[in-house]
C-alpha cells in the first residue's frame, strides 16, 4: 500500500482533569476516557496517514463498507457523542442522532468521498468531540444522557463509547490492527461496557465470562440471558472480539455458545 508522501501528522487533543484526589469518580473515569480516547485517535490518524485513494475505496473488514465507509462513520460518530456532551452540559435534550435512518445516510454519503476530505472530516470531528469534553464539570459528567440505542447511560460514559468506537474500527479497516494490539487498561473497560449491548435480548444465552487480563488479572462478569448459564474462558482481547462479533470464538474455552447479532 502507498502512502502519502510529504503527509503531516495531526493530533486532536482533549483537556483532561487533573485527577485530584477531592475529585468524583464520575470525573476520574471521564478523565481516564479522554486520555484513553486521545491516543486511540492519535493510532487511529497514524492509520490514516499510511493510506492513499485507493485503499480509501477499498474493502474493510465489514460487510458492504469501504474503509471510507468506516471512515465516515467514526466522523458521524464523534459528532453524535457530541450531542450527548451538549445534553449532559446544558440539560437540554439533544438526540446522539436524529434518525438511525438519518445516520446511515450521512456515512453512505461521506464514503465515497477522496482520502483528503475523509481526513479533513474526520479531524474536524475529532476537533469538535475534544472541545465539547474540555471543560465539563462533575454535576455534567454524572448527568443521564440516552445512547443511540436508547440505552440510559452516565455521562462519564461517553469518552469511553468513543474510545470503543475507535479501537473496534481501526480492526475494522483491516490496516494490520487487531484486537490484541489494545491497551490492557482499554480492554477490560471495553468488555464491562459493550455487555450492556445484550442486555434484555430474549436470543441472548446466559454467559459466565472467565477473563484473563494482560495484567495477569483474572476478572469474572455474569451476564443475564436465556437457559443455563455457559461457562466462557479466554483472555481479555479475544473476549473482546467474540463479544463484539469479530471472530475469537475458536480461540475461546468452555462451553463457547453463538451469541446475537452485533448491532
Not at 456515512?107 to 483528503?116: D, K, M, N, T, V
Request: contains cysteine.
Amino acid at each position: 500500500m502507498v502512502g502519502n508522501s510529504g503527509a503531516q501528522t495531526h493530533t486532536t487533543k482533549v483537556t483532561v482533569p487533573q485527577q485530584r484526589a477531592e475529585l468524583s469518580d464520575a470525573v476520574r473515569d471521564a478523565a481516564a476516557g479522554l486520555g484513553a480516547a486521545e491516543r486511540a485517535t492519535a493510532s487511529l490518524l497514524e492509520l490514516v496517514e499510511s493510506m492513499d485513494d485507493a485503499s480509501a475505496r477499498a474493502a474493510s473488514a465489514l460487510p458492504g463498507w469501504t474503509r471510507g465507509h468506516v471512515l465516515s462513520h467514526l466522523a458521524r460518530n464523534a459528532d453524535g457523542l457530541v450531542n450527548l456532551l451538549t445534553w449532559a452540559r446544558t440539560g437540554v435534550e439533544h438526540p446522539m442522532y436524529t434518525s438511525r435512518a438519518d445516520r446511515d445516510t450521512a456515512i453512505e454519503e461521506g464514503a465515497p468521498r477522496s482520502l483528503w476530505l475523509l481526513r479533513e472530516d474526520l479531524l474536524a470531528a475529532c476537533g469538535r468531540f475534544g472541545a465539547a469534553a474540555t471543560g465539563l464539570g462533575e454535576a455534567a459528567w454524572q448527568a443521564e444522557v440516552l445512547h443511540g440505542s436508547g440505552r440510559a447511560i452516565p455521562a462519564h460514559h461517553v469518552p469511553w463509547l468513543r474510545v470503543q468506537e475507535l479501537w473496534v474500527h481501526m480492526v475494522d479497516l483491516d490496516l494490520g490492527i487487531d484486537f490484541a494490539q489494545f491497551p490492557a487498561d482499554v480492554v477490560e473497560r471495553l468488555i464491562h461496557l459493550v455487555l450492556p449491548h445484550y442486555a434484555g435480548r430474549t436470543d441472548m444465552p446466559a454467559l459466565r465470562l472467565e477473563v484473563q487480563i494482560a495484567t495477569g488479572r483474572q476478572v469474572v462478569w455474569e451476564v443475564a440471558g436465556s437457559g443455563e448459564s455457559h461457562v466462557v474462558r479466554g483472555s481479555g482481547t479475544t473476549m473482546l472480539a467474540w463479544l463484539t462479533g469479530r471472530g475469537g470464538a475458536g480461540e475461546l474455552a468452555g462451553d463457547v455458545p453463538e451469541l446475537p447479532a452485533w448491532l
